[in-house]
């Protein structure tokens, strides 16, 4: 019995180590995509404005693809379902710069987008799964690793492009080696599978109550993540008159306050609680959300944006974590939470600069300030039972999958 639980202590940081990697893949191919929009635009000739209709459908895809992950792993099981949706993914990354207008460009980053959030929800309930079974936190770890490839894939796309090659070639390389390191990742994760009798989950259904109330936390944060990324340099350059140097350097910083906090966050969930974390996140975003409406100097307001990027950092992470415990359907539940934080990521750079054109990017940021301060209010719904009943000496129920967990030791 004791070899057995050293046995299944070393499987799970294998599987912790696998899904890891695979996050990094993810985001590199996010990262990889980013960086060549302008060669996209070029090649496919669409306006400004045909861009931003286009880069709507990548969420458009994922909302409504995500909600088939479940029943994807159910029929296959989770290892093979996530080797075949993140080489979907990886794969998919080579459609948009092939596009020679606009409507095969939307066709594609639909394709795109669809194959993002089924992976997404895969690997995050797989990353749910470990989380709940090591009884401590790695989500916030393993969404570092998202960021870290998304920095990864953006430095070769910003080689790429500074080199002038041609997207179709770079996005082609990148995608053969994407897809060739996450089918290997995909060797390690959990080997799930769903009892022979146990009734498939339907393929689109709406999420529980329980994920659309861990989703609002999650939108808050993703609302002011998305708003700082996109706008924090037209700020600085609009608002505080600096140069566009300095305006692009205020971005790049707050992605990287984002990683660094990520990696740090596991730690200090373990510690102190997804609930106040969550909360002194939301006091930080609220403060720093103040600082950029109030601030009299450049440095002030990039201060105010680093404080948000540290105080919503762990959010969708452990909004995640606590959707897959929440309920009988973790994959169900993820999806929902998922669905709810792409549609806020979509809507807040244009809502943004709605307000902005009826007021000014001050008031836009006030609102952005209100949102962070949801996360204060709202954060105690991201308490789990499923974690306070591993704490107390019980096996955590993540859904009808994970009772049937495969971590048999391999003979010969």
């Not at 994407?178 to 060797?187: E, M, P």
Request: proline share 5%; hydrophobic share 55%.
């Amino acid at each position: 019995m004791v070899n057995e639980v050293v046995l299944g202590q070393g499987q799970l940081k294998r599987a912790r180590y696998a899904v890891a990697a695979v996050f990094c893949v993810h985001g590199a191919v996010t990262g990889s995509f980013a960086t060549r929009i302008p060669w996209i635009q070029d090649h496919a000739a669409v306006s400004a404005g045909q861009l931003g209709l286009a880069l709507a459908f990548p969420a458009l895809g994922a909302s409504v693809a995500m909600p088939l992950a479940g029943a994807v792993s159910h029929r296959f099981g989770a290892r093979n379902a996530l080797r075949g949706l993140i080489a979907l993914w990886t794969l998919s990354l080579i459609l948009p710069s092939f596009a020679p207008n606009l409507l095969t460009l939307c066709g594609a980053l639909f394709v795109f987008g669809a194959s993002a959030g089924m992976s997404d929800v895969a690997m995050n309930a797989l990353g749910v799964e470990v989380e709940n079974r090591m009884d401590r936190s790695i989500m916030s770890g393993l969404h570092g690793m998202w960021s870290a490839g998304a920095l990864i894939g953006s430095a070769g796309g910003t080689l790429a492009a500074h080199l002038g090659s041609d997207a179709r070639l770079h996005h082609a390389l990148a995608a053969a080696t994407l897809t060739a390191l996450g089918l290997v990742a995909c060797q390690g994760v959990l080997d799930l599978r769903s009892a022979p009798d146990e009734e498939p989950p339907p393929r689109f259904a709406l999420p529980p109550r329980s994920a659309l109330v861990i989703g609002a936390i999650g939108f808050c944060a993703v609302f002011a993540e998305g708003a700082s990324l996109d706008w924090s340099a037209v700020y600085l350059r609009d608002v505080m008159d600096t140069s566009a140097g300095l305006a692009a350097a205020s971005t790049t910083a707050f992605a990287l306050t984002m990683a660094v906090a990520r990696f740090a966050g596991d730690r200090i969930v373990d510690r102190f609680g997804a609930v106040r974390t969550v909360r002194v996140g939301g006091v930080l975003a609220t403060a720093g959300g103040l600082l950029v409406v109030v601030a009299p100097h450049p440095a002030a307001a990039m201060a105010g944006f680093a404080f948000i990027g540290l105080g919503v950092a762990v959010v969708v992470p452990l909004a995640f974590a606590a959707a897959g415990r929440s309920g009988p359907n973790p994959s169900q539940a993820i999806a929902g939470v998922a669905t709810i934080t792409y549609t806020s990521g979509l809507i807040a750079p244009s809502a943004i600069g709605a307000v902005a054109d009826a007021t000014s990017l001050v008031v836009s940021f006030g609102l952005v300030t209100a949102l962070a301060f949801g996360l204060v209010l709202g954060a105690g719904v991201l308490r789990s039972a499923g974690r306070e009943s591993a704490k107390s000496g019980a096996l955590p129920e993540a859904g009808a999958p994970a009772r049937t967990l495969l971590l048999k030791r391999r003979k010969g």
